[in-house]
């Protein structure tokens, strides 16, 4: 899938399970604490396509999120693809074919989804909300950078960059520092979940079983089968993925948030006088 499906897609699920959350066990958060879970679990959904470095996206074109945060950022993807085709190479079985590249490798794996949530978690555990902030500053640039591919590409690195500040301070001056974060952690893996499923929607899949070997490979590509496969690009991604993504996000804050706003404008005694008169 493309970025902006990427993007909308951890959006989606992060903002159904703080809908979820809400009704079905009676843990209800703030505006505030969604947004920035919103923001991670989107920023999330984005992580795994790091490890496709400059040279990569030369070749294929196009905005990827390699770019967000301009020449660190790349260099940081090519960082994680080098990374990334060293723990291919070094755990790669007789059947898996020789890369020279680390594109859909560990990025695109259960236990790197596992590993960041962990990371994210200790991080916000330990420093509170000053890693709060960062990972929010980071994971907004990642989320702009996919949900407005055309803009952002067009506006360049340093604007991305800015908006990303501007999310960052806004969290900085309104989130309660008195406590910690422990959800954080889980919305970044959950993004980092849900853009191994994109992938593996599309021809192409991902490894979701590394590192269990399967018939001497460890890195087999496993994905719908190929009729069943969504092309990237194609209407049923743009026009029915993220008409669907963006549906779930819109009902699942209205589920989370209007009845307050009905309460807020006395609605709600009007609808059950209405209820009453029936
Ligand atoms: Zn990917």
Redesign the pocket.
Known sequence: MMGPSHALSGAAAWLAGCWALDHLAGYGQSPLAVAVGTTMCAGGALL??LDLSGRVTRNQGGATVARTFGVFSLFVAEVVEKVSLGVYTATRLRRDPRRDNGH?TFT?TLPFAALVGWGTTELCVRFGKWAVVAIVFFTAGLALRGLFDEWAERAGWLIVTAAAGVMAWFTWLHLPGDRGYPLLGVAVGVGCVV?LLG?MITKNGVPILWPIPLGRRMWRMIGVPNAMAVKVGGPGEVIVLRTLFTLVSVLAVAGMFAPHLWHRFDLDTWADNAHWER
């Open positions: 795994p396509d859909r695109h853009h992938d």
